[in-house]
């Protein structure tokens, strides 16, 4: 099947599940069609454990939105088949790059639909068809059509057969389903991938090339390797001083000490979103210290340990947080 089959195929299926009919279970029986469209016409390229995985959680996304009908089983039965789809047809390019593909595509597709040179496949006509076409169905038509309105005026019973009944269609519904399927669809099996996502492809490398390892790149152009090697330690050394407190004094708060029960909840909820914002920074920081040949210099060692120590701590606040 060529791109314009499965977007013609899948603009179809939206339409006719969702014409007058509410949302919710249809979304979940399109995706487990996109999905089932994916493994079916493209199964050689299935060939992975990532692909599994997100066949699984394509499926089981379907099913959860099914059931619970909210916005989290959406995202998640929708990133699930972008990404199981992204992967298929980019086995090269890494899986995050589809997350900012998907606005780009939202808003160039409104320009690259009228691109019918993309997505239309070409064919040549040659003079045998051309006949084909003129002799079977072009002159046929215009003499049946032409009989038709003759025939017409001369029985009424005859007429009847083409206007004694209407149509039970809301024309403007089915319109803006059409085109809203025609719109999903088309970015789902025709996106766009610029250039510069293949160019930057190997910057998200799992692993560091040979050359990286040994490239050491300062963070500030005043301070030299040694000196922000120095400044990590101290850095983190105090920020794991910082966090072991905060740790103690959470624990305590929230386990020990005797709390308003209206208050209760307000005051869990604080808690978290401060563990939250607290896990991202240490992410931030971590990303800050370790880039580059960092991460293979011998003289970090002392960097390396405290930044252990910062996970370790980290997770006991995520645990006392859990509890």
């Given at each position: 099947m060529k791109k314009l089959h499965f977007i013609l195929v899948s603009s179809l299926i939206f339409t006719l599940l969702f014409y007058n009919e509410d949302l919710g279970l249809n979304w979940a029986i399109f995706g487990?069609?996109?999905?089932?469209?994916?493994?079916?016409?493209?199964?050689?390229?299935?060939?992975?454990?990532?692909?599994?995985?997100?066949v699984l959680t394509s499926v089981l996304s379907s099913f959860a939105f099914a059931w619970y009908?909210?916005?989290?089983?959406f995202f998640a039965m929708a990133f699930s088949i972008i990404f199981l789809q992204f992967k298929t047809q980019e086995s090269n390019l890494k899986v995050l790059q589809a997350i900012p593909l998907i606005f780009v595509n939202g808003i160039t597709s409104l320009g690259r639909i009228f691109m019918f040179s993309q997505y239309i496949p070409k064919r040549k006509v040659n003079n045998g068809f051309?006949?084909?076409?003129?002799a079977?169905?072009?002159?046929?038509?215009?003499?049946?059509?032409?009989?038709?309105?003759?025939?017409?005026f001369g029985s009424d019973h005859f007429s009847s057969l083409f206007t004694d009944y209407d149509l039970d269609i809301d024309v403007w519904q089915a319109f803006v389903l059409t085109a809203l399927g025609f719109y999903i669809s088309f970015n789902l099996w025709n996106y766009w991938i610029p250039?510069?996502?293949?160019?930057?492809?190997?910057?998200?490398?799992?692993?560091?090339?040979?050359?990286?390892?040994?490239?050491?790149?300062?963070?500030?152009?005043?301070?030299?390797?040694?000196?922000?090697?120095?400044?990590?330690?101290i850095t983190?050394?105090?920020?794991?001083?910082?966090?072991?407190?905060?740790?103690i004094t959470y624990n305590y708060e929230q386990f020990f000490e005797v709390a308003d029960i209206?208050?209760?909840?307000?005051?869990?909820?604080?808690?978290?979103?401060?563990?939250?914002?607290?896990?991202?920074?240490?992410?931030?920081?971590?990303?800050?210290?370790?880039?580059?040949?960092?991460?293979?210099?011998?003289?970090?060692?002392?960097?390396?340990?405290?930044?252990?120590?910062?996970?370790f701590l980290n997770g006991v606040l995520i645990v006392s947080t859990v509890i």
């Open positions: 487990m069609l996109q999905t089932a469209l994916i493994c079916y016409f493209f199964q050689e390229k299935l060939n992975s454990r990532l692909h599994l995985v997100l009908g909210d916005f989290p089983s051309a006949k084909q076409l003129i079977y169905f072009i002159i046929p038509g215009m003499f049946l059509g032409l009989f038709l309105i003759v025939y017409s250039e510069v996502c293949y160019e930057k492809n190997e910057l998200l490398d799992n692993e560091f090339k040979e050359d990286a390892k040994k490239e050491k790149q300062n963070s500030f152009s005043f301070l030299d390797i040694d000196f922000e090697r120095r400044s990590g330690e983190l050394f105090l920020l794991n001083a910082l966090l072991l407190i905060f740790i209206s208050k209760l909840s307000s005051a869990t909820h604080e808690r978290v979103n401060a563990v939250i914002f607290s896990i991202v920074m240490a992410v931030g920081v971590i990303l800050f210290y370790f880039k580059g040949g960092f991460n293979f210099d011998k003289k970090a060692n002392n960097l390396k340990k405290l930044a252990k120590i910062w996970i």
